[in-house]
């Protein structure tokens, strides 16, 4: 293994150590190592240091670097947004962990295709929690009401919690509530255990703010 990518991994490892130990010494923070623009080889030198959740954000890529990979028993998060199109396929990968169920319709379809291949799904519900129209998700006014909804009519899908983005800003205050108003809905749902929240520029602020997950790209594989 490379010194850079021992010294990129050491350095995440104390931040995420402070800013859990600044929620409480038993609060667990999981690292998901977004691959998005790194290749197999990235992947595997991060394997090899007892590294096992990844997660890419287009199909496509996630089915070509797991085919190439399958020799290694990675857990795979898909983190983007799915098209309809492609629901069949990503199912056919059996992604541990669906980051970025975005509203009913899609809930309805991946439902529907669940059933037909006897199939279930973990997922987690994605919170515009920024208000940002660029960002898909369900609005923090009307999650907790599509969460227990998704929950009641569609059994095929598990959902283990939530995740977001945060705000696309500078100003670190407004990062925190957006992160905020997501943990305060996680706090109201029954049966939950994942909040995924934090990349590579404000995992410490979400970590903070209770997020128990972070999916962290350039800051591992610069």
Known sequence: MDLDLRDRLDRVFI?????RKSVSQHHIVKIVAVTKYSESEAIEKLYSVGHRAFGENRVQDLELKSQKLEELPIEWHFIGNLQKNKI???????PSLFQGLDSLKIAEAIQSRLEERNQKLNALLQINSSYESSKAGVSPEKAKETFLEIRERFPNINLKGLMTIG????????????????????????????????????FKIAIAEGSNMVRLGSILFK
């Open 15 to 19: 931040d995420i150590e402070d800013a």
């Open 88 to 94: 069949n396929r990503l199912l056919s990968l059996r």
């Open 167 to 202: 705000s696309h800003t500078t100003d670190e205050v407004e990062i925190g509530k957006s992160f905020e108003r997501t943990r305060k809905i996680y706090e109201e749902l029954p049966d939950v255990n994942t909040l995924s929240m934090g990349m590579s520029s404000d």
